[in-house]
Each structure stands twice: as structure tokens, then as C-alpha cells.
């Protein structure tokens, strides 16, 4: 089945296991589905004197990209999901190797690391493994003050596919999970660790009403709020705060050179006083005479 035209569909959460062949299988089938853009995932538990690695190659991971049925290639990014009960492990978030990954995300195994994540954490994604009963109770405060933030909560759907017993809990859990947030800043994932799991978006839009989305918001779990989550981890990775970022003037593309040359003419007055020691034209013989004769 091929994707309704104009839609752009994500799948963020593609685990890396096994083989090239494996992965590259995977890749192969959301292609033809009609997705657009894949996060391979890499999932670490975090203990005591964890220290994390820097983002394989893609190369490493698989073979090739698939072309999707829009005939464009596959567009493949990477995500870190770090799994913790213990907040005080979490400043590995912050290390030089997280930074080498596109996407940022933390699966809390206690209501602390929740909490911390909420509040705190400058990530992306709070994935929730709502295939078991969730060791702590999520509060709205806490939800709320994350979505202020800018965070987005992740469901994945392979584990409902996978066992009857995970699939009461995702139901469960997910309709609770969309209750409290009325459906906002929530994306639907994969989490297919066969390709069996994989579904077209058309069938995970329809697991959405399921789950309790609203029909205007079925679809944009797939698309826009994907499309979000990538934003805000540009915005976390290349800006202070999210408000201020640097670019070299020789990186822009040619339709945004004009910025580079209104830097350049504002820059110009500063270096003058820098030479001259004061603002105005330089003291050439000129304008010297022309001084001389005011005065």
C-alpha cells in the first residue's frame, strides 16, 4: 500500500539488531509502505561507570538505503534511547558522544528519572514501555510541564503485534497516556524487531482511534509531529536555549548570501573605529585639507 500524496511519514524508533541484512530488510519494507524517514535506534541501559560511544557510521549499520515508492531515497537519521532507573546516571546525556546522535531519547524505569526527564532533560523524545504495567503513576503536572517544553511522548506498536498480552497494556496505557495529554505531542513508533511488525501508516492512523486520537490527529502522529520532534532536536543541538545559533557565512545557501552581506556592512563601521580609533573616514590627505580649511 502506497501513502496518501503529500504526506511525509516517519518511523523514529527502528532498533538495530542483528545484521546489515536485518536492518537493511527493515528499511526495505517502510520504503515500500511509503515512509519517508528512519531513526535507527540504539538502546542503553544505564548503569553505574556507564560511558557512552559516539553515533555508528551508517555504512556500519547497513548496507544501503532503500528507495521509498515516491522515489526518493529513504531518509535515515540517529537516535540514542537511554534506559534508567537512577537520575543521577543521566548526565551522560550531556557528554560529547550523545551529541553525535540526531535524536535524544530516555525510557524511565522509575518515577524519578520520569520526573527529572520532564523537567530538566534537554532531549526530545520520553519513550514509555507501555507493553508492562508502568512502575510509577504519571502525574499531570509533570506531563504538562513537559510538553512545554517542547518534549513529545513516544507509543510503539510492534509490541502489540508481537504478544496478546503486551497488546491489553499498550491499549491500556496508551489510551491513559492520550487522555492526559488530549492527544498532543505523541508520536506513534514501530519499536519492530521483525518486519512482520511494520504496518503501513494507514493501519497504525487506524491503531491511533484505538488508542483515542482524534481523527485530525491520527495522521499527524506519523507526519507533523515527527517533523516537530525534528525540529526541536536542530533547535537543541545547534542554538543556546533554543533562541540563539551560529552559522558560518560561507555555509548558506545562495538564496540567504544577502544575510552574509548585511553581517558584513554592520561589521564594517566597528573595524573602521578598530583602525581609525574613531567613527567617520579615515584620516586620509584629503580629509585632512578639507579639516583645515573649516577650521
Same mark, same amino acid.
Given at each position: 500500500?502506497?501513502? *496518501?500524496?503529500?504526506?511525509?511519514?516517519?518511523?523514529?524508533?527502528?532498533?538495530?539488531?542483528?545484521?546489515?541484512?536485518?536492518?537493511?530488510?527493515?528499511?526495505?519494507?517502510?520504503?515500500?509502505?511509503?515512509?519517508?524517514?528512519?531513526?535507527?535506534?540504539?538502546?542503553?541501559?544505564?548503569?553505574?561507570?556507564?560511558?557512552?560511544?559516539?553515533?555508528?557510521?551508517?555504512?556500519?549499520?547497513?548496507?544501503?538505503?532503500?528507495?521509498?515508492? +515516491?522515489?526518493? =531515497?529513504?531518509?535515515?537519521?540517529? *537516535?540514542?534511547?537511554?534506559?534508567?532507573?537512577?537520575?543521577?546516571?543521566?548526565?551522560?546525556?550531556?557528554?560529547?558522544?550523545?551529541?553525535? @546522535?540526531?535524536?535524544?531519547?530516555?525510557?524511565?524505569?522509575?518515577?524519578?528519572?520520569?520526573?527529572?526527564?520532564?523537567? =530538566?532533560?534537554? &532531549?526530545? &523524545?520520553?519513550?514509555?514501555?507501555?507493553?508492562?504495567?508502568?512502575?510509577?503513576?504519571?502525574?499531570?503536572?509533570?506531563?504538562?510541564?513537559?510538553?512545554?517544553?517542547?518534549?513529545?511522548?513516544?507509543?510503539? @506498536?510492534?509490541?502489540?503485534?508481537?504478544?496478546?498480552?503486551?497488546?491489553?497494556?499498550?491499549?491500556?496505557?496508551?489510551?491513559?497516556?492520550?487522555?492526559?495529554?488530549?492527544?498532543?505531542?505523541?508520536?506513534?513508533?514501530?519499536?519492530?524487531?521483525?518486519?512482520?511488525?511494520?504496518?503501513?501508516?494507514?493501519?497504525?492512523?487506524?491503531?491511533?482511534?484505538?488508542?483515542?486520537?482524534k481523527n485530525e490527529q491520527c495522521k499527524g502522529t506519523l507526519?507533523?509531529?515527527?517533523?516537530?520532534?525534528?525540529?526541536?532536536?536542530?533547535?537543541?543541538?545547534?542554538?543556546? +536555549?533554543?533562541?540563539?545559533?551560529?552559522? *558560518?557565512?560561507?555555509?548558506?545557501?545562495?538564496?540567504?548570501?544577502?544575510?552574509?552581506?548585511?553581517?558584513?556592512?554592520?561589521?564594517?563601521?566597528?573595524?573602521?573605529?578598530?583602525? =581609525?580609533?574613531? *567613527?567617520?573616514?579615515?584620516? =586620509?590627505?584629503?580629509?585632512?585639507?578639507?579639516?583645515?580649511?573649516?577650521?
Amino acid at each position: 500500500p502506497m501513502a *496518501r500524496k503529500g504526506s511525509c511519514f516517519s518511523d523514529l524508533n527502528i532498533p538495530i539488531e542483528g545484521d546489515k541484512k536485518f536492518v537493511g530488510r527493515i528499511l526495505q519494507r517502510l520504503a515500500e509502505f511509503g515512509y519517508e524517514r528512519a531513526a535507527l535506534n540504539e538502546d542503553i541501559s544505564l548503569v553505574k561507570k556507564t560511558s557512552l560511544r559516539a553515533a555508528r557510521e551508517l555504512s556500519e549499520v547497513v548496507d544501503g538505503i532503500p528507495v521509498s515508492t +515516491k522515489r526518493r =531515497t529513504l531518509s535515515v537519521i540517529r *537516535r540514542l534511547t537511554v534506559l534508567a532507573e537512577d537520575p543521577s546516571l543521566l548526565h551522560v546525556l550531556g557528554s560529547p558522544p550523545a551529541e553525535t @546522535y540526531d535524536l535524544l531519547a530516555v525510557r524511565p524505569g522509575s518515577e524519578k528519572v520520569f520526573q527529572h526527564a520532564c523537567s =530538566t532533560l534537554n &532531549i526530545d &523524545i520520553i519513550s514509555l514501555d507501555l507493553s508492562q504495567r508502568i512502575p510509577f503513576y504519571m502525574k499531570y503536572p509533570q506531563v504538562s510541564q513537559a510538553m512545554e517544553r517542547g518534549l513529545h511522548f513516544e507509543i510503539c @506498536y510492534g509490541p502489540a503485534i508481537r504478544d496478546a498480552t503486551a497488546r491489553r497494556n499498550v491499549i491500556a496505557n496508551a489510551q491513559e497516556l492520550v487522555k492526559m495529554t488530549k492527544g498532543k505531542n505523541i508520536i506513534l513508533s514501530s519499536e519492530a524487531h521483525s518486519d512482520f511488525e511494520l504496518r503501513p501508516p494507514e493501519d497504525v492512523s487506524n491503531l491511533c482511534h484505538l488508542f483515542g486520537f482524534k481523527n485530525e490527529q491520527c495522521k499527524g502522529t506519523l507526519s507533523t509531529v515527527c517533523r516537530s520532534i525534528l525540529m526541536h532536536a536542530v533547535m537543541r543541538r545547534e542554538t543556546a +536555549k533554543g533562541v540563539v545559533g551560529c552559522v *558560518r557565512i560561507d555555509s548558506l545557501l545562495s538564496c540567504d548570501k544577502w544575510q552574509g552581506v548585511s553581517v558584513e556592512q554592520d561589521r564594517a563601521p566597528d573595524e573602521q573605529v578598530e583602525k =581609525t580609533g574613531k *567613527r567617520g573616514l579615515p584620516d =586620509t590627505p584629503e580629509h585632512k585639507s578639507k579639516k583645515m580649511k573649516c577650521s
